[in-house]
């Protein structure tokens, strides 16, 4: 159950910031079949990430950055094919990072920076996210190389790509990609 006030935007599609919410997100959140707009953080919000996430359809925006959630992502959250920003910023969300993450092609914003996500490197797929003008993976405990896929991403030449506190061998890295 969440205690504090949720603050709506402009229209009943949005959940805006700035609530001082705690507690765990409840499953009923999922049932907000026509929001497009999502961000609960910072908060103090906290557990997994309920599976029903999955039915948002329509979200444009999903913000949970600088709360207190963990474990794995659910699967579910790779059906919002529709979001152009995912910010899970600043939480403790583990695991590796599914294949089913180049399924969410419509993104221009992704940052799983600052959690401690698992594995070696990233999958492959993140090449397929075309559209991406940020991205960051900074602050993990990814291992191993780099896929050469993120490099072929052309939006790169102009973007910084956050990396660091990792363990990357960068002799398979594209020279495109810059180091913060």
Known sequence: MITGHLNFGHGEHQIRNGNDLTGKI????????????LSLGPNRLTGKLPTEFGFLKNLF????????FTGTLPI???N???????????????????????????LTDLFLDINTFTGVSHPTEIGLLASLTALG???NTFTGTLP???GLLTIFTDLPV????????????SPLIFWN
């Open 162 to 173: 956050y990396l660091l506190n990792n363990t990357f061998f960068l002799w398979r890295c």
């Open 76 to 78: 579910e959250t790779w």
């Open 137 to 139: 993976l900074d602050i």
């Open 80 to 106: 919002l094919t529709s979001l152009n920003y995912l910010d899970l910023s600043d939480n403790t969300f583990t695991g590796k990072l599914p294949t089913d993450i180049g399924l969410l092609t419509s």
């Open 61 to 68: 925006s999903l913000s949970l950055s600088n709360n207190k």
């Open 26 to 37: 409840p499953t009923e959140l999922g049932l907000l079949s026509s929001l497009t707009f």
């Open 148 to 150: 050469t896929e993120i």
